[in-house]
């Protein structure tokens, strides 16, 4: 009798294929260590079927794969939030200037033909809604509760604070806030997502759970639902 094979051939609908594809998060490029981005799939794979979810700054699709994978099985959407330009550090000069996002013929960075090939390869164009705009632009008129709102744009005090201004009251009660690249020590990195990290933390509105390296976790309380420091008069 022949063995069977330990991976069997597969339908693509079926739920397995639908988890993160680790082979391919490795070959895509960004800064997302593998802990946080298993910590984002568990999270929007918790929260998900409440409703959308959202990130700030895509880059080639890395936390993409992550996020929109959790989304699939919960057969929910995931919009993708990104002006594709790079952000401040990422511009030619710069330390993490990278050669192959730069778009000659457009004379600027161009990281959306990247993305886009991350959604296709992970099978995700059915989930992944991409909004290619500022992210105060495409908040202008936003309407739709989220389940989640991840924030991994620009890391100046102006635009991280923008994006936390521009999405933190769309988050839906029992939703989550997630911020990326806190660092809590100026000489590890940059302060500014740690500074809307500890605004929201101190807006009374967000239970914070315990951190994933850099990644900060903050649970939308639910109406009715009181901080535990709250003055009782």
């Not at 918790?46 to 989304?71: D, N, Q, R």
């Not at 992970?122 to 991840?150: C, M, Q």
Request: glycine share 10%; proline share 6%.
């Amino acid at each position: 009798m022949k063995s069977k094979s330990l991976i069997p051939n597969k339908r693509p609908d079926e739920n397995s294929n639908k988890r993160p594809d680790e082979k391919l998060i490795d070959r895509t490029k960004g800064f997302l260590d593998k802990e946080e981005g298993l910590r984002l799939y568990q999270i929007t794979l918790e929260v998900s079927s409440l409703g959308p979810c959202l990130e700030i700054g895509s880059y080639c699709g890395k936390s993409t794969l992550y996020l929109g994978a959790a989304c699939r099985e919960n057969n929910s959407t995931l919009f993708a939030v990104d002006h594709h330009s790079g952000s401040e550090e990422q511009q030619p000069g710069e330390g993490y200037f990278d050669p192959e996002t730069y778009d000659i013929r457009q004379g600027r960075m161009d990281t959306y033909p990247l993305f886009r090939k991350a959604l296709i390869d992970g099978g995700l164009e059915d989930t992944v809604v991409p909004i290619l705009a500022k992210s105060e632009v495409a908040a202008r008129h936003w309407a739709t509760p989220l389940s989640l709102v991840f924030i991994d744009g620009g890391h100046t005090f102006k635009a991280a604070y923008t994006d936390y201004n521009s999405w933190v009251g769309h988050i839906a009660p029992g939703g989550y806030l997630l911020i990326h690249d806190i660092f809590k020590n100026s000489e590890e990195g940059g302060q500014a997502p740690h500074y809307i990290y500890k605004l929201a933390a101190a807006s009374g509105l967000f239970q914070v759970l315990p951190m994933t390296k850099t990644l900060g976790v903050l649970k939308r309380r639910p109406c009715g639902e009181f901080p535990d420091d709250l003055p009782v008069i």
